[in-house]
T-cell receptor, first 107, second 114 residues
Framework: EDQVTQSPEALRLQEGESSSLNCSYTVSGLRGLFWYRQDPGKGPEFLFT???AGEEKEKERLKATLTKKESFLHITAPKPEDSATYLCAGQGGKLIFGQGTELSVKP | ETGVTQSPTHLIKTRGQQVTLRCSSQ?????VSWYQQALGQGPQFIFQYYREEENGRGNFPPRFSGLQFPNYSSELNVNALELDDSALYLC?????????????FGSGTQLSVL
């Protein structure tokens, strides 16, 4: 059965303290690995799509990487406005989301 | 460019009732997907519509049904509501049905079943 698992469930960082979020996936016929950001009371907002192992994509302080079993979202020198829930999703026959990592960045 | 809009934003129903949730796609998008998001969980795929036809369904019972209209707006209908149906219901639109397109989500409808 296709599965996407994210860790940790919650992460608290000080402003400027870099870290990584993990996404482990088992998705048959993976056609894409997605990262979304979700703010409270809003729908998820697209960040990245990764298609093959070794691929990397960057946007401001965020960098996403992909291996054959995992994806990582690296956050460099985070700011309070980066606080949100980050969702990972694997697209096989359907899009399977992980449960998310709730990131809190304190000034 | 108009984003994805959902209505209503909040809804309270009692067990056994029926509910209809509505979604307007982003301009130019022909595919709509519906997701259920329980508190503290990731979204779960309910079903997808492409050009008015159902194009994939998740593990949800038949009392969850949908429609897509010629203007690509969509409805999600849930019959015989159960307490566990309480969740945030998200609509997402995209262009095409290849399966790896990025989704544009609305802000959701928060459904509470009492």
């Amino acid at each position: 059965e296709d599965q996407v698992t994210q860790s940790p469930e919650a992460l608290r960082l000080q402003e400027g303290e870099s870290s990584s979020l993990n996404c482990s996936y088992t998705v048959s016929g993976l056609r894409g690995l997605f990262w979304y950001r979700q703010d409270p009371g809003k729908g998820p907002e697209f960040l990245f799509t990764l298609y093959s192992a070794g691929e990397e994509k960057e946007k401001e302080r965020l960098k996403a990487t992909l291996t054959k079993k995992e994806s990582f979202l690296h956050i460099t020198a985070p700011k309070p406005e980066d606080s949100a829930t980050y969702l990972c999703a694997g697209q096989g026959g359907k899009l399977i989301f992980g449960q998310g990592t709730e990131l809190s960045v304190k000034p | 460019e108009t984003g994805v809009t959902q209505s209503p934003t909040h809804l309270i129903k009692t067990r056994g009732q029926q509910v209809t949730l509505r979604c307007s796609s982003q301009s130019g998008h022909n595919t709509v997907s519906w997701y259920q998001q329980a508190l503290g969980q990731g979204p779960q795929f309910i079903f997808q519509y492409y050009r008015e036809e159902e194009n994939g369904r998740g593990n949800f019972p038949p009392r969850f049904s949908g429609l897509q209209f010629p203007n690509y707006s969509s409805e999600l209908n849930v019959n015989a509501l159960e307490l566990d149906d309480s969740a945030l219901y998200l609509c997402a639109s995209s262009l095409g049905q290849g399966g790896n397109e990025k989704l544009f989500f609305g802000s959701g409808t928060q459904l509470s079943v009492l």
